[in-house]
Nanobody, 120 residues
């Protein structure tokens, strides 16, 4: 079992930056691939970014490439999402997720989410 807790969300003006954190408890965090997803009001949840358990492989949704960066610190059981040049359409609840396999859509464990609001 892995428990995930996101933090770092908040209100930011367009063009600003935020760094989300997701801290895991449980066993063998370093053996899990991690992903970030988001769900905007009235929309389905969508993939944002993912990172392999070592951190050597990352991939992103086209909409955030060059703007967001995913990273992890296995010593701290934490994965990060650095979000730069934020736009109002990035407003959503952001979730982190964990799974043994790296993918854009299949994750066994989910956090409760953190709200990100980008004002225009």
């Amino acid at each position: 079992q892995v428990q995930l807790v996101e933090s770092g969300g908040g209100l930011v003006q367009a063009g600003g930056s935020l760094r989300l954190s997701c801290t895991a408890s449980g066993r063998s965090f370093s053996r899990y691939a991690m992903g970030w997803f988001r769900q905007a009001p009235g929309k389905e949840r969508e993939f944002v970014a993912a990172i392999s358990w070592i951190g050597g492989t990352t991939f992103y949704a086209d909409s955030v490439k060059g703007l967001f960066t995913i990273s992890r610190d296995n010593a701290k059981n934490t994965v990060y999402l650095q979000m730069n040049s934020l736009k109002p359409e990035a407003t959503a609840v952001y979730y982190c997720a964990a799974d043994r396999r790296l993918s854009a859509d299949r994750y066994d464990y989910w956090g409760q989410g953190t709200q990100v609001t980008v004002s225009s």
